[in-house]
């Protein structure tokens, strides 16, 4: 019961609902959902750590930054596998999930020093800045190192 409870309260608010399906790609850095969803770092990392708690996404730490991706199907629960799909699968064509799709590949084309600089002066310091962890890496692999000018 406790765990129907948990998924299901998890499920019940949209920005929770929209950061499921952003990290359908893959792994975020919490800067990146922060700009996805446009709320304060304080209520994103809320609703992360209410997903997080229903065993829907799974999250590590690399120093002060945190990173998010969907629980694996081999350690998350039945039920919580069960819930990842029936999302993807009830609204991954639905207009809003289709939108968020298109200002995911642009913010994570982003230069992460540029967006973490304007999150810092509009809302507080975030993460994935530091050149050396894992996202910076793939933005450097991909033509956007922290010299290069968005």
Known sequence: MEEFLAITNALADENRVRAILALRG??????QVIEL???APSTVSKHLSILKQAGLVDARKEGRWMYYRLSDTDRATPQAA??????RATLGRDETAREDVRRLDRIVRENPEDLCKRQATTRSKCCSSAPETPAAARWRK?????????
């Open 37 to 39: 969803l446009q709320l």
């Open 142 to 150: 991909a033509g956007l190192d922290a010299s290069r000018a968005t």
């Open 82 to 87: 069960r819930a990842i799909e029936w999302v």
């Open 26 to 31: 893959g792994e975020l850095c919490a800067c």
